[in-house]
């Protein structure tokens, strides 16, 4: 088992292979196979390997690499004193830290492994089967321990000449750990002692047996040239969409205009959310951030490749969406209330919306992106505090009686308001500082490290200062900034 650490591991499925092969079946092949057009559009991901370990590994070792050549280069600076040195040490060393705790994680899941197919061969009584498997994971728990004890020495360096010592020791061990050729081909099947005969088949041109059995019909329509599959068509909008108006109002729900363009681009999105107007609205909502600015600037395309827009521009996307799906779609535009029945001192819902922190930030945020009307509401009888503002938000037109939206029945359409650019957040407190940028210290000698990385580490050093809360030596980057994670929005159904 020769070849170092990484062979080793990337080896598993193959020596389990070898261990085992008189306990497996061969695969048998398909008589009929499916066409290579079928295959193309239906299957989109081939199967995972059956060793996951080796793959994470790589990219463990690797980003050690990385790292101990980063602190390779700031160890031999002759451009910076003894105590900026160590200060830039001290952020690489924190992410030494983290990679071989991840490394340990890995170890564990590996000695998990081997210790169930320990147990499997102890089952089975193959004593010396059993054995080889106790042997190889000894190899393999040797080269973590060699690993281990190489980045601990890196990081307990005391000079740079120990340093540098350590940082070498490293390097040549990663060089064995990381061979210039590693087999990442996957294993075949698995197959049996004695290989089965060779047999000729016979090409045919009939279908699998499973395909000739009554199907229902499908909600998609699918169109073909010949035998090949060119797309999936949306279904045709529901009869009962007369319920939503006259003909040539429901056809210019449907049509395409300057803001709500739909390309082909929009039609294939539409077609991967299965022309569902739950799973379109979801889309919209997860994907697209709210950016609030009044009236239309990018249109359906625009807000689609940016992955943000104003509740004009989201409206604009979900209607070509929906459009594209056969599904008439309006503008609505009106005034609208977003208020608390219970005074929040951090703003509410309509603060959590913009990203600040009071109704009255709220309001001059929406105001200052040109926001219609947009007015803090103070205390009256029935409402606490909130805002009011001129929205823009969408009209479906889809079958609502029993599914609401779900094609499930298509009876009972009616006009639904959809709004995605209203979304809701979870943030997290976040450090209050107050750092200036040090331009004395930054100028005062050559330096490699640009303006914001060295800003970005006077921030890191502030919030970490004293250990006294909520300034800890545990504190990163990430725990500065008062900063929002969306709220995800489950639906089956669309909303009442």
């Known amino acids: 088992m020769g070849g170092g650490f990484m062979k080793n591991v990337i080896a598993l499925g193959g020596i389990v292979m070898v261990l085992l092969t008189s306990y497996c079946w061969s695969e048998q092949r398909d008589p009929a196979p499916l066409d290579d057009a079928i295959i193309q559009k239906l299957v989109t991901d081939r199967p995972a390997g059956r060793d996951p370990y080796g793959p994470a590994l790589t990219t463990h070792i690797n980003d050690v690499t990385t790292l101990v050549r980063d602190i390779d280069h700031e160890n031999g600076r002759k451009d910076i004193s003894e105590h900026d040195r160590e200060t830039h040490m001290a952020s690489k060393y924190m992410l030494l830290d983290a990679k071989r705790n991840e490394i340990q994680s890995l170890r564990s899941e590996i000695r998990q492994y081997f210790t169930q197919e320990h147990d499997k061969f102890s089952h089975l009584q193959l004593t010396d089967k059993r054995f080889q498997w106790d042997a190889i994971q000894a190899r393999i728990e040797k080269r973590f321990d060699e690993l281990d004890n190489a980045l601990k020495t890196v990081r307990r360096a005391a000079n740079r000449s120990d340093r ?6 490293v390097n040549a061990l990663l060089t064995t750990l990381l061979p210039s050729t590693i087999n990442t081909v996957p294993a075949g099947t698995w197959k049996t002692d004695l290989p089965l005969p060779a047999t000729d088949i016979t090409p045919t041109n009939e279908i699998p047996q499973y395909l000739t059995y009554d199907r229902a019909s499908p909600n998609n329509v699918y169109a073909f040239e010949g035998n090949t599959l060119l797309a999936a068509v949306a279904p045709p909008t529901p009869a009962s969409a ?38 379109i609205l979801q889309y919209v909502y997860t994907n697209i951030k709210f950016e609030p600015y009044y009236g239309s600037l990018k249109g359906s395309v625009g807000t689609l490749h940016s992955g943000a827009g104003s509740a004009t521009d989201q409206a604009s996307l979900l209607i070509a969406l929906l459009r594209a799906s056969n599904i008439p779609a309006r503008f609505v535009k009106g005034q609208i209330e977003l208020s608390d029945p219970v005074a929040d001192p951090l703003g509410g ?67 639904i308001p959809l709004d995605s650019s209203f979304k809701d957040m979870t943030y997290q407190t976040g450090i209050v500082t107050n750092v200036a940028f040090d331009y004395t210290g930054y100028l005062s000698h050559r330096t490699n490290t640009l303006t914001d990385e060295y800003f970005a580490n006077q921030i890191l050093q502030a919030v970490q200062v004293n250990g006294v809360a909520p300034y800890d030596t545990n504190n990163t980057l990430a725990d500065v900034p008062y900063e929002g994670k969306l709220e995800p929005l489950y639906l089956d159904i669309l909303p009442a």
Request: proline share 3%.
């Open 349 to 415: 819902r309509v603060a959590r919306w913009v990203g600040v922190k009071s109704y009255k930030a709220a309001a001059t945020v929406l105001a200052m992106g040109k926001n219609p009307s947009a007015v803090t509401l103070l205390n009256t009888a029935s409402v606490a505090y909130g805002v009011r503002l001129t929205h823009v938000w969408v009209e479906a037109c889809v079958p609502y009686s029993h599914y609401r939206g779900s094609q499930q029945d298509t009876s009972g359409s009616r006009w």
């Open 164 to 169: 540098t010592q350590a940082i070498r020791d």
């Open 242 to 279: 007369v319920n939503c108006g006259a003909t040539t109002e429901l056809n210019a729900a449907l049509a395409a205009t300057q803001d709500v363009q739909i390309t082909q681009e929009i039609r294939d999105l539409a077609e991967s959310l299965g022309f569902s107007p739950v799973k």
